[in-house]
């Protein structure tokens, strides 16, 4: 549930300190997250409701954002926190070792994200909650925290200390549009000729145009902006860099001359204010690097199009064992992944002494592919939907494509992506990478361990090892029997409480593995 309070009242400067527009538009604002008024505030040991402050400088903004406020999911420099109110404070400052000019490229980055998407930013003087809005595949996060506020007085403080939620486009635009028009309305009758608030009304009505559509699909790729730091080092401006890699990718699937192929890739569920459904191709480049390759963006299109199925070709055994599972506040990622693979292993009957996950992909129908990615930190993508056969690229050139063991871990990881992370629509396109929402991606590796080493099979082998698992040779005959790496067969004996945090990092010495 979301929902927007706004009210006008009396300016108490009476116009002494404001224009006559922002004058007019003195009053409150509550912003409703799940039951949760996150813009109730402690000050001067009274419990306040709303904020108060001038509102035509948040209503401008909220127009002049709207769709990356609503279509963007990158976070800037780096994707370094499980929420985007996370991110942005673990990525302020610039790496200690950065150049000069890359630390200005940094820093220009994290603000201009910033202000696309922190209700903060429009503030203008007012003392307003740090809560920020921005797509997470087919919902919007909304995500708020405690910080510091420049001209609060002494003891304010705002009560909703920490929170994320995820709710679909629909939920968040519908409001926010509703409000944002009945305001400016208001305030265009209370001034009548302003030439401001003309200039506001004409860009409300202009947010429902059709041309909007091709600009939304943009945001939702990660392609609106230009890439950080290395290519803006290089003095070229935002609108080339937006030009040349939406005309890559566009150039790259219109060049198949699969029409039906085309459409089914960039295909969205739309509405007039915000694209519901994100399409294939949007999914896919969106969790790819910002700086992505011409030959990335070829190859991944080329996918995409050789995938298309004009029919359902989905088996009905993988169809069975489909849900769509959202990542909630109650238990973490882990534990999340950690308790799917358990029931999927319930659900599957699997026999034998290790999981063999590459002829369950047979079984399930999922097609496994390999190519060689500039990207070397992409381990794989996966691809599914109504008009997309069930696939898996494992990326040739990852770190890990030469270890049998790493590979069976990237199956099982996409295995996870495929059965739980679809969007609406039952699509999903995803590039298992450092640019993927963190928290599929931590579900996706716990899922991973879990399924490859469920708990009978692990006390089987730890059983059957002549020599203990605090012993390097131990830990290496279970690994063997599970084929899995060193390093995941200690972690997982650890996360399942069979060895103790120094066992495990005295392991990880021994066999010269890094410890996190």
């Avoid at 400016?184 to 009505?205: D, M």
């Avoid at 950080?228 to 003095?235: D, I």
């Avoid at 990718?249 to 739309?270: F, I, K, N, P």
Wanted: hydrophobic share 40%.
């Amino acid at each position: 549930m979301f929902a927007v309070r706004l009210g006008f009242m009396p300016d108490p400067d009476e116009g002494r300190a404001a224009g006559p527009e922002e004058s007019a538009s003195w009053g409150s604002l509550q912003l409703w997250v799940e039951d949760q008024n996150i813009c109730t505030h402690i000050d001067q040991g009274e419990v306040l409701q709303s904020v108060h402050w001038y509102l035509l400088p948040f209503l401008e903004w909220l127009v002049d954002s709207w769709n990356p406020l609503l279509h963007e999911e990158r976070p800037p420099n780096r994707n370094a926190g499980d929420s985007a109110v996370s991110s942005l404070e673990a990525t302020r400052n610039a790496p200690e070792l950065a150049g000069e000019a890359a630390t200005i490229a940094w820093e220009q980055e994290w603000f201009e994200w910033r202000g696309r998407h922190a209700v903060r930013t429009a503030r203008a003087g007012g003392l307003f909650p740090n809560v920020l809005f921005r797509r997470l595949r087919d919902h919007i996060e909304i995500s708020w925290a405690e910080e510091g506020l420049a001209g609060a007085p002494e003891g304010f403080q705002f009560s909703a200390t920490a929170g994320r939620s995820l709710l679909t486009p629909e939920e968040v635009a519908g409001p926010l549009h509703e409000v944002l028009a009945a305001a400016v309305a208001y305030l265009g009758n209370t001034i009548p000729g302003s030439e401001r608030l003309a200039i506001l009304q004409a860009k409300i009505g202009n947010l429902t145009v059709p041309a909007q559509h091709d600009i939304r699909l943009r945001w939702l790729a990660g392609l609106a902006t230009a890439p950080p730091m290395s290519k803006r080092l290089l003095g070229r401006t935002t609108e080339e860099d937006i030009r040349s890699t939406w005309s890559a990718v566009l150039g790259a699937l219109g060049g198949q001359r699969r029409d039906e192929a085309v459409h089914a890739a960039l295909a969205t569920d739309d509405t007039p204010l915000v694209i519901a459904g994100s399409c294939q191709a949007a999914l896919l480049f969106g969790a790819v690097s910002p700086t992505v390759s011409e030959a990335d963006v070829r190859t991944l299109a080329q996918v995409l199009i050789d995938q298309y199925s004009a029919s359902d070709v989905e088996s009905e055994y993988l169809k069975e064992l489909t849900t769509q599972e959202s990542l909630g506040a109650a238990v973490t990622p882990w534990e999340q992944g950690y308790d799917l693979a358990e029931s999927l292993h319930q659900k599957l009957h699997v026999t034998g002494d290790w999981i063999d996950v590459e002829h369950l992909f047979q079984d399930l129908g999922i097609a496994r592919l390999d190519h060689g990615l500039d990207d070397h930190t992409i381990r794989a993508c996966s691809i599914v939907g109504p008009q997309h056969r069930p696939t898996v690229v494992v990326n040739g050139s990852s770190f890990y494509a030469d270890n049998h063991a790493a590979v069976r871990f990237t199956l099982a990881h996409e295995l996870c992506h495929i059965l739980y992370d679809r969007a609406q629509g039952r699509r999903l396109a995803i590039a298992s990478g450092p640019w993927a929402p963190r928290g599929i991606e931590q579900r996706a590796n716990a899922f991973a361990a879990m399924f490859l080493m469920p708990p009978h099979l692990v006390a089987t082998a730890v059983a059957d090892s002549p020599d203990p698992i605090s012993d390097p040779n131990g830990v290496r005959t279970v690994a063997s029997r599970l084929h899995v790496s060193n390093r995941a067969a200690i972690e997982h004996l650890y996360n399942l409480t069979l060895m103790d945090e120094n066992q495990r990092d005295d392991l990880l010495r021994k066999l010269g593995l890094t410890i996190y």
